[in-house]
Structures are given as C-alpha cells and as structure tokens.
Nanobody, 122 residues
Framework: QVQLVESGGGLVQAGGSLRLSCVAS????????MGWFRQAPGKEREFVAA????????SYADSVQGRFTISRDNAKNTVYLQMNSLKPEDTAVYYC???????????????WGQGTQVTVSS
C-alpha cells in the first residue's frame, strides 16, 4: 500500500521560511517524478513544483519561482520543498505527489499525500 506522508508545515510570519518533507512508503519512487501542489481555501488545487527521478529536471509555478526549491533524496524515498520569502498568499494545504506523468511544466501525480497546512501571517 503506497503512502505519502507530508510534514514540516506550520505557522510562519511573512518573509520567513519553512521546509516541507514528504516520505513515501509501500514502494520505491526512485524512478518516478515527485512534486508538490497546494490548495488555498475556496480555490482549486494548483501545481507548485516538480522534480524528475534523477533530480536533473525541475519545474516551478511562476508564483514561487526563485523563492521555493524542490529536491529529493532517493535513498530515503523523500522529496522536499524549501520555501523562502514566504508571503500570506502562500497560505494553503500543501500536498505531495508521486509517480504519474511529468513533462516540461506539466505534472499529474498518480499518488497523493494527505497534506500539511502552511499558514503565513502578515
């Protein structure tokens, strides 16, 4: 049974930083893309960042480009999202995704985590 478990969310002031982690279990995702999405209250889930299996390719939403960094550790079956210079509009539930289809700036995961709340106060 595949499980993706996110952690690292919380409350932070604008301009601050957080690092999200997502640990996958149930199978290895060494050869799979992984990524992050977010959903703010009253809005649809949106793409944040994705990373190829090797880490050689990454993609970001325009709204987070230059502030967020996605990385992965295949030995730990884990993907990370380093979030710097956080803004109140970054407030959302952040979801981890794994496997699925990743091409260019398009990513659609096959598996999803349960999400972790990130709240940025002004």
């Amino acid at each position: 049974q595949v499980q993706l478990v996110e952690s690292g969310g919380g409350l932070v002031q604008a301009g601050g930083s957080l690092r999200l982690s997502c640990v996958a279990s149930g199978r290895t995702f060494t050869w799979s893309a992984m990524g992050w999405f977010r959903q703010a209250p009253g809005k649809e889930r949106e793409f944040v960042a994705a990373i190829s299996w090797s880490g050689a390719a990454t993609s970001y939403a325009d709204s987070v480009q230059g502030r967020f960094t996605i990385s992965r550790d295949n030995a730990k079956n884990t993907v990370y999202l380093q979030m710097n210079s956080l803004k109140p509009e970054d407030t959302a539930v952040y979801y981890c995704g794994a496997d699925g289809h990743y091409s260019g700036s398009y990513y659609r995961p096959a598996y999803w985590g349960q999400g972790t709340q990130v709240t940025v106060s002004s």
